[in-house]
Protein backbone atom coordinates (compact mmCIF):
# COMPACT_ATOMS: atom_id res chain seq x y z
CA UNK A 1 0.00 0.00 0.00
CA UNK A 2 0.85 3.47 0.05
CA UNK A 3 1.84 3.82 3.71
CA UNK A 4 1.89 1.96 6.81
CA UNK A 5 -1.30 0.50 7.95
CA UNK A 6 -1.90 -0.56 11.93
CA UNK A 7 -4.83 -2.42 13.08
CA UNK A 8 -6.64 -2.12 14.90
CA UNK A 9 -6.50 1.98 15.41
CA UNK A 10 -8.09 1.58 19.20
CA UNK A 11 -8.10 -1.95 21.28
CA UNK A 12 -9.88 -1.58 24.42
CA UNK A 13 -9.21 -5.17 26.69
CA UNK A 14 -9.15 -6.27 30.02
CA UNK A 15 -6.39 -6.26 32.54
CA UNK A 16 -4.87 -10.01 31.80
CA UNK A 17 -6.03 -10.76 28.13
CA UNK A 18 -3.46 -11.31 25.30
CA UNK A 19 -3.23 -9.09 22.52
CA UNK A 20 -2.07 -8.94 19.24
CA UNK A 21 -1.14 -5.68 17.10
CA UNK A 22 -0.93 -5.99 13.02
CA UNK A 23 1.61 -3.90 11.22
CA UNK A 24 1.33 -4.05 7.25
CA UNK A 25 4.61 -2.05 5.66
CA UNK A 26 5.28 -0.31 2.63
CA UNK A 27 5.67 -2.95 0.05
CA UNK A 28 9.44 -3.21 -0.72
CA UNK A 29 10.51 -1.88 2.91
CA UNK A 30 13.28 -3.80 4.20
CA UNK A 31 13.12 -2.49 7.43
CA UNK A 32 10.25 -2.38 10.61
CA UNK A 33 10.11 -1.00 13.97
CA UNK A 34 7.83 -0.79 16.59
CA UNK A 35 7.84 2.23 18.99
CA UNK A 36 5.51 2.80 21.97
CA UNK A 37 4.47 6.20 22.83
CA UNK A 38 2.89 6.87 26.13
CA UNK A 39 2.45 9.82 28.53
CA UNK A 40 4.96 9.16 31.06
CA UNK A 41 7.67 7.61 29.02
CA UNK A 42 7.72 9.44 25.60
CA UNK A 43 8.49 7.39 22.43
CA UNK A 44 10.16 4.04 23.10
CA UNK A 45 11.74 1.81 20.93
CA UNK A 46 10.52 -1.71 21.17
CA UNK A 47 12.06 -4.16 18.31
CA UNK A 48 13.53 -3.65 14.85
CA UNK A 49 13.27 -6.30 12.08
CA UNK A 50 15.32 -5.90 9.09
CA UNK A 51 14.88 -8.57 6.17
CA UNK A 52 15.62 -11.97 7.20
CA UNK A 53 18.35 -11.31 9.94
CA UNK A 54 17.50 -11.77 13.66
CA UNK A 55 15.49 -9.07 15.14
CA UNK A 56 16.47 -6.31 17.75
CA UNK A 57 14.57 -7.23 20.30
CA UNK A 58 16.63 -4.87 22.66
CA UNK A 59 13.87 -2.55 23.69
CA UNK A 60 11.20 -4.63 24.78
CA UNK A 61 10.12 -4.12 28.32
CA UNK A 62 9.46 -7.90 28.81
CA UNK A 63 8.71 -11.27 28.12
CA UNK A 64 5.42 -10.48 28.03
CA UNK A 65 6.40 -8.77 24.38
CA UNK A 66 7.01 -10.45 21.30
CA UNK A 67 7.19 -9.97 17.54
CA UNK A 68 7.45 -11.52 14.48
CA UNK A 69 7.66 -10.45 11.21
CA UNK A 70 6.30 -13.16 8.73
CA UNK A 71 7.51 -13.11 4.66
CA UNK A 72 9.73 -10.28 5.60
CA UNK A 73 6.77 -8.01 5.18
CA UNK A 74 3.40 -8.12 7.90
CA UNK A 75 4.58 -7.85 11.08
CA UNK A 76 2.51 -9.07 15.09
CA UNK A 77 3.04 -7.47 18.10
CA UNK A 78 1.81 -9.44 20.83
CA UNK A 79 1.50 -8.52 24.91
CA UNK A 80 0.88 -11.87 26.86
CA UNK A 81 -1.18 -11.32 30.09
CA UNK A 82 -1.85 -6.97 29.53
CA UNK A 83 -0.98 -4.44 31.98
CA UNK A 84 -2.61 -1.44 32.96
CA UNK A 85 0.80 -0.68 32.31
CA UNK A 86 0.71 -1.40 28.84
CA UNK A 87 -1.78 1.17 28.14
CA UNK A 88 -0.30 3.37 25.16
CA UNK A 89 -0.01 4.38 21.67
CA UNK A 90 1.81 1.61 19.59
CA UNK A 91 3.51 2.88 16.49
CA UNK A 92 5.21 0.53 13.78
CA UNK A 93 7.14 2.28 10.91
CA UNK A 94 9.13 1.03 7.80
CA UNK A 95 12.17 2.29 5.66
CA UNK A 96 13.83 1.07 2.38
CA UNK A 97 17.50 0.01 4.34
CA UNK A 98 18.48 0.34 7.76
CA UNK A 99 16.33 3.92 8.58
CA UNK A 100 19.18 6.48 7.75
CA UNK A 101 16.95 8.39 5.84
CA UNK A 102 13.88 7.92 8.05
CA UNK A 103 11.21 6.53 9.06
CA UNK A 104 7.38 6.24 7.71
CA UNK A 105 5.60 5.43 10.18
CA UNK A 106 1.93 4.06 10.76
CA UNK A 107 -1.24 5.90 12.92
CA UNK A 108 -0.67 3.52 15.50
CA UNK A 109 -2.92 1.75 18.13
CA UNK A 110 -4.23 2.86 20.99
CA UNK A 111 -4.64 0.00 23.41
CA UNK A 112 -6.11 0.26 26.62
CA UNK A 113 -5.80 -1.94 29.14
CA UNK A 114 -8.84 -1.88 32.07
CA UNK B 1 24.48 6.20 24.32
CA UNK B 2 22.87 8.96 22.81
CA UNK B 3 20.45 11.11 24.30
CA UNK B 4 17.98 13.86 22.79
CA UNK B 5 16.82 17.16 24.59
CA UNK B 6 14.10 19.31 23.55
CA UNK B 7 13.88 22.57 25.67
CA UNK B 8 10.13 24.02 26.19
CA UNK B 9 7.75 21.19 26.12
CA UNK B 10 5.27 23.82 25.36
CA UNK B 11 5.50 27.02 22.73
CA UNK B 12 3.32 29.29 21.83
CA UNK B 13 3.77 31.57 18.54
CA UNK B 14 1.76 33.83 17.03
CA UNK B 15 0.60 33.43 13.23
CA UNK B 16 3.10 34.91 11.39
CA UNK B 17 5.87 34.95 14.14
CA UNK B 18 9.35 33.13 13.52
CA UNK B 19 8.97 29.02 14.97
CA UNK B 20 11.85 28.13 17.20
CA UNK B 21 11.89 24.82 18.72
CA UNK B 22 15.52 23.56 20.46
CA UNK B 23 16.71 19.99 20.07
CA UNK B 24 19.98 19.09 21.96
CA UNK B 25 21.94 15.83 21.26
CA UNK B 26 24.94 14.45 23.29
CA UNK B 27 26.75 12.06 20.81
CA UNK B 28 30.32 13.08 20.41
CA UNK B 29 30.11 12.58 16.89
CA UNK B 30 27.78 13.62 13.73
CA UNK B 31 24.81 11.32 14.74
CA UNK B 32 21.72 10.55 12.46
CA UNK B 33 19.23 13.04 13.61
CA UNK B 34 16.06 13.74 12.59
CA UNK B 35 12.40 15.98 12.84
CA UNK B 36 9.36 14.59 13.51
CA UNK B 37 6.12 15.97 13.64
CA UNK B 38 2.55 14.26 14.85
CA UNK B 39 -0.67 15.73 14.12
CA UNK B 40 -3.60 14.74 16.78
CA UNK B 41 -4.56 10.59 16.44
CA UNK B 42 -1.94 10.27 13.81
CA UNK B 43 1.65 9.11 13.54
CA UNK B 44 4.85 10.96 13.26
CA UNK B 45 5.49 12.82 9.73
CA UNK B 46 9.23 13.15 8.99
CA UNK B 47 9.74 17.07 8.15
CA UNK B 48 13.66 16.72 7.65
CA UNK B 49 16.70 15.07 8.45
CA UNK B 50 20.45 15.71 9.21
CA UNK B 51 23.00 15.02 6.26
CA UNK B 52 26.60 14.82 7.36
CA UNK B 53 28.34 18.07 6.62
CA UNK B 54 25.63 20.19 6.46
CA UNK B 55 25.07 23.17 8.67
CA UNK B 56 21.62 24.03 7.22
CA UNK B 57 19.00 21.25 6.20
CA UNK B 58 15.86 22.59 4.63
CA UNK B 59 12.61 20.19 5.31
CA UNK B 60 8.57 20.10 4.21
CA UNK B 61 6.59 23.47 4.57
CA UNK B 62 9.14 25.77 5.37
CA UNK B 63 10.86 24.41 7.86
CA UNK B 64 14.34 24.21 8.24
CA UNK B 65 16.98 23.20 11.31
CA UNK B 66 20.59 24.18 11.90
CA UNK B 67 23.15 21.60 12.95
CA UNK B 68 26.11 23.48 15.38
CA UNK B 69 28.26 20.83 16.21
CA UNK B 70 29.93 23.50 18.76
CA UNK B 71 26.73 23.46 20.73
CA UNK B 72 25.70 20.30 19.88
CA UNK B 73 22.04 21.63 18.52
CA UNK B 74 19.67 20.74 15.61
CA UNK B 75 17.03 23.59 16.44
CA UNK B 76 13.80 23.62 13.85
CA UNK B 77 12.90 27.01 12.43
CA UNK B 78 10.02 28.40 10.33
CA UNK B 79 10.24 31.70 9.45
CA UNK B 80 6.12 32.31 9.66
CA UNK B 81 4.08 30.08 11.56
CA UNK B 82 0.93 29.13 10.27
CA UNK B 83 -2.28 27.76 11.92
CA UNK B 84 -1.87 24.42 10.01
CA UNK B 85 1.88 24.12 11.79
CA UNK B 86 -0.05 24.02 15.26
CA UNK B 87 1.10 20.06 15.92
CA UNK B 88 3.71 18.55 18.57
CA UNK B 89 7.35 18.25 17.09
CA UNK B 90 9.79 15.18 17.97
CA UNK B 91 13.80 15.68 17.57
CA UNK B 92 14.80 12.10 17.47
CA UNK B 93 18.65 10.94 17.37
CA UNK B 94 20.85 7.75 16.76
CA UNK B 95 24.26 6.97 17.42
CA UNK B 96 26.56 6.98 13.64
CA UNK B 97 26.26 3.55 12.40
CA UNK B 98 22.96 3.18 12.45
CA UNK B 99 19.55 4.61 12.57
CA UNK B 100 17.74 1.57 13.21
CA UNK B 101 17.06 2.08 17.27
CA UNK B 102 15.87 5.95 17.42
CA UNK B 103 16.21 7.85 20.74
CA UNK B 104 13.15 10.85 20.53
CA UNK B 105 13.04 14.07 22.47
CA UNK B 106 10.10 14.49 24.95
CA UNK B 107 8.02 16.56 22.29
CA UNK B 108 7.57 20.04 22.25
CA UNK B 109 3.74 20.95 21.71
CA UNK B 110 3.48 24.28 19.34
CA UNK B 111 0.31 26.49 19.54
CA UNK B 112 -0.17 29.03 16.83
CA UNK B 113 -2.08 31.77 17.85
CA UNK B 114 -4.49 33.89 15.80
Known amino acids: GAGVSQSPSNKVTEKGKDVELRCDPISGHTALYWYRQSLGQGLEFLIY????????KSGLPSDRFSAERTGGSVSTLTIQRTQQEDSAVYLCASSPSQGGNGYTFGSGTRLTVV | AQSVTQLGSHVSVSEGALVLLRCNYSSSVPPYLFWYVQYPNQGLQLLLKYTTGATLVKGINGFEAEFKKSETSFHLTKPSAHMSDAAEYFC????????????FGSGTQLTVLP
Open chain 2, 92 to 103: AGSESGSARQLT
Open chain 1, 49 to 56: FQGNSAPD
